[in-house]
């Protein structure tokens, strides 16, 4: 009987196991693709109707909709100011700590929970103008949802200028709240 109690357990624990390493596996996948379409669509400034709608199955709700109130506020501020152009709401690569955004990336790693995780995220840029490449580990929060694992933030991994600190979610609250001087 104890043998049985023991094999049970043993099983039990290399499910749970496979069960772990399997949505590592897909949290990995889903910020891997999140950074193959972006650096395929290489966005700037507030996100365009399209390339919203091209992040939209990466993101969730709340972020979502942050991306959408900025990119509706930078549209109403060009309008609003197309005799005298103001500078834009915000400049640059918003999905990096680095302005100039990345040039390659690397899941480094997942820390799994069972409603959220935490993949950081290994980020280069490289420039001719540069005289080593920028190196940069940001963290990628996920949340669950109906679809599976979504990105809910971006922790910016910080340093100094021109590197971004604090997290994708407040820097849109941000920019939504002051509408002055351009994010850089």
């Known amino acids: ?36 379409m972006h650096q395929s669509a290489r966005p700037s400034g507030a996100l365009t109707l399209n390339e919203l709608i091209t992040f939209r199955h990466f993101l969730s709700v709340p972020l979502f909709n942050l991306l959408k109130d900025v990119s509706v506020a930078e549209e109403a501020r060009a309008a609003q100011s197309a005799a005298a152009p103001l500078p834009p709401l915000l400049e ?52 669950r949802d109906a679809r599976g694992w979504i990105i809910d933030n971006i922790q910016y991994a910080g340093g100094q200028a021109p590197m971004r600190n604090g997290n994708l979610q407040d820097t849109l609250l941000k920019l939504l709240k002051r509408d002055a001087a351009p994010l850089q």
């Open 1 to 36: 009987m104890k043998r049985i109690g023991k094999i049970f357990i043993v099983a039990a624990s290399l499910l749970l196991a496979a069960c772990t390493s399997n949505e590592e596996s897909k949290a990995k996948e889903l910020v891997s693709d999140f950074y193959r």
């Open 92 to 143: 640059g690569d918003i999905f990096t700590a680095n302005p100039g955004g990345a040039s390659t990336f690397r899941v480094v790693q997942c820390d799994m929970q069972k409603r959220e995780s935490e993949c950081s995220v290994e980020l280069i840029y490289s420039d001719a103008k540069l005289k080593a490449p920028a190196k940069w580990v940001d963290k990628v929060l996920l949340t």
